[in-house]
């Protein structure tokens, strides 16, 4: 084989510089000079073109100061000193000393108080001990988080519902279980901070639309159709959601929802639902927006709920279609106390016995509404069956410190006189889209007419003698 | 015929079924054969029958009957595509929610073994515990009660380090007295209406426990981590955290934005090389110089059963300038000569670690978790953490068993039960590992730690192992993927201060006869053979403390 080969090199090398056109041997002699300077030119790294000394690298270590592992908070910040509550949270409150009636707990259907509750927690306690000593998967399931579950997806007419520990934590690790990197979210831009945190979490494109906006929405959903025809085989694998609140913590309007199903057929999204200031408080049994509205509940792909507010427990709740709906918080974190879901159930059977509760509670919150209309210099931010309202100021000061004084400043008025309301805090510099200072006015079902009288009395003295 | 009645799937729709292997095209003449029978079969709706055609369709006879058949995979070897809920009519074409590949682990393993998991109690989660027992008519698609509660089940799965979890004694009636009091909700934030005066007590309690300046509590010890953290550094700053951190620390550490790295498990040359650089080197690309770095570490490693090296930690800490962030969920009340956690344990000043956070479902048996630091650093995180903003603060019950339990372990109700059980734990854990050590079973960790993961490493001898010690009556816990990698499955026992000596020396003697039913006994340390022998106390005098 080795002759086959050396036989036309041979014949090869006698032609090659007689019958060799020029351009062939110019080329070949470029060539050859390249090569030449290449192999004698300095090497050149692209990174870490310098190597430091140890010396240099020990001055550095030496010289290198790091901040503070927190930066100095003044102490005066308004955010610094809590009110301090002896007793129990009630309609009655002792804040600091003083007596109040209570204007600022999310104690929508005053269950924080109600004697049977406390009663099957205490028997819960007696049964059980406090804590669950471990996460659902690890002996942390109890047969109270199975009957919970069970409760609450007959009462939301859902196939699964699943518990949370923590309200925070239920949306938060909900969101990030379903939409992984590269899937699209469409938000409304007053979704609260839980909301922002599972979107981060998640890594997918996240999309703000205007509060409420249809029409911008539908121009996003149009935009990412186009997208979707150019580049189809990307579109397969894209999934899309829209995550809307029933009813906005920090705008207290409700989401258009039959529109937002329309949308979700026409460009097929899903829809994920958080419920925690509606559920309990919409609708004619209280399950929320979807039964405000008669949406049929199948259309919504998951209902996410804290049951810190109409519930008066602690935790959070998701319910949908049987998917899997588990995110980190449910299978990484220790599981619910079980005297908490005893109260739950207890608080859920309060509400299925009695409906009327619910239209008692949307009269108290449109009579308070209308009450509060017409404060000198504080405008009202909501709808009238809203249980949790915002009071802004008419004409802000331009700057948010001092806003936030002068709020403040009826608030301590207030309490003087016996009715404690508070302001809405929010994390400045973390909040996507920061509402403005506010006052927040929530309205429970143990107010009486005196209770209401006395309290819309009192936000209007404050407001005509503070802000002129 | 082929299809047998019993074989259909039990919600009865028609769905994809996976042939045997053999399709019909291999065999050319029962390809037309096959294909004039489609014909046919949609409008039967039944893709599988016995084929036996005397003639085919072109009229080319056949010398024999031509039989063939496919039985449908009945269910239990069958790749289950049929039991997934499906989707609703009218949301056939949106895209899928979960895509056929990602979920294969989840679908083909973790369904037919989940029974071992989510086991349901209805008693308190203490040395024993009551089971209720379920059964699946499906092979672990649906559960069943079966009405019969397994009482006094052996519990070495619940993290019960110090034996608080009980629903009698002086904890269970200081809670009952609170929830009479104050109730089981608080409806508001901690910045908001949320302040009870028992958290503020609850705080400088925890203070005075650790030995630092003051602390914070928060209501879910998950949270604490992915909340705090992102608070405490930001852009521009770095982490350095070990590999087998928990999804808490990581989930925190991504919310942050910071720049993250990860260091070899409890490797402190690898955290050296990384400071290193770090400190030299500066951000990437634009080499400024890094604000602060913070090493993330744990206490006790759950799935590892490994202490932290903190004095060589500290000693870094304090040559390179970094900051130190110990996260003690296992280890606090479970470690240490007075139970304070590792950094008793190892006799060092708590001042020098920078955060430490813990929580209280492990060794108080309540819930939640808390940061201590210096004052400075809880002033911050009074103001900036999210927590404290946006999330609603503990309930009162959890509060108080938390304080009536810290002050049992500090002796300041009067009694030394607390003491007691912190000495009692010690002395479980080190017996415990020991006897398993001898009797051959690779176990992992560090020899004082109280959680004991025992090597099983193939994921079928999880559900072996967890359901054969079930039937003995002992409830263990089998950790498989995705907590672990997926060759390294581990059965993972959690001792408590509970269990007396008895009880263990029960579950040793089942656990060695369990393992020798599944042959776990894989070390190749110190093999002893153990069926033939009888656990006489006499043999093992020696180790008992």
Redesign the interface.
Known sequence: MWNMVAVPREAARTATIQSAPAYHLILEGILILWIIRLLFSKTYKLHDTFK?TEKE?ED??EE??????????SKD?P??N?????????HK?I?NGKECI?F????FLG????ER??QK??AS??????????P????????V??ELESRLSNFMKT?EAIIY?????TIASAIPA?SKRGDIIFVDEAA???IQ?GL??SRSFIKYFKHNDMEDLERMLKEQELEDHKNPRK??????FIVVEGLYINTADICPLPQLVKMK?RY?V?IFLEESMSFGVLGEHGRGVTEHFGVNI?DIDLISA?M??A????GGFCCG????LSG??Y????S??P??AA?AIEALNIMEEDPDIFTVLREKCKHVYKALQGTPGLKIVGVPCAPALHLQLERSSGSRESDMRLLRSIVEYCMDRGV?L??A???EK?ERFLPSPSL?VVVTIEHTEEDIEKAVSCVQEAASSLLK | MTESPSTKPANGDVCQRVKNGLKPERNGLAKSLYRCHEKKSKHHGQPEEEEVNATSHHGVPYSRPFVESYEQTPMLPAIERCNIAGEKEEQRDFVPLYQDFENFYTRNIYIRIRDNWNRPLCGVPGAKMDLLERTSPDYNWTFVRSGRVLQDVINLGSYNYLGFAENKGPCADAAAEITKKYGVGVASTRQELGNLDRHEELEKLVARFLGVESAMSFGMGFATNSMNIPALSGKGCLLLSDELNHASLVLGARLSGSTIRVFKHNNMQSLEKLLREAIVHGQPRTHRPWKKILIVVEGIYSMEGSIVRLPEMIALKKRYKAYLYLDEAHSIGALGPRGRGVVDYFGLDPCDVDVMMGTFTKSFGAAGGYIAGKRELIEYLRSHSHSAVYASSMSPPVVEQVITSMKCIMGEDGTTIGCDRVHQLAKNAVYFRRKLQKMGFIIYGNEDSPVVPMMLYMPAKIAAFSREMLKRNIGVVGVGFPATPIIESRARFCISAAHTKDVLDRALSVISEVGDLVNLKYSRQKIQPSVARSFDDNVFEDIDD
Not at chain 1, 111 to 114: G, H, I, K, Q, Y
Not at chain 1, 235 to 240: G, I, L, M
Not at chain 1, 311 to 314: D, H, K, N, R, V
Not at chain 1, 321 to 324: D, K, M, Q, T, V
Request: charged content about 20%.
């Open positions: 430091l690298k550095l270590i290198w100061q790091p901040e503070p592992l927190v930066p100095l908070v910040h955010s610094l809590y009110d301090v509550v002896t007793g129990p949270p009630t409150i804040i209570n600022a707990s999310f104690n269950l924080l108080d109600n509750v406390k927690a205490l306690l007696k049964k059980y001990g406090v804590g669950t000593c471990g659902r998967g690890f002996y942390g399931t109890f047969d988080h199975l196939e520990s923590y309200g925070f934590a379903y609260c901070f839980s945190k981060q979490a579109a397969r694998v894209t999934r899309k057929y097929k899903r199948d804290n810190e507010n519930l008066a427990s602690i279609r049987s998917f899997r980190q918080g299978c990484f974190s220790a619910l106390p005297m908490l109260a404690a508070t302001l805090r929010y994390l973390e927040r």
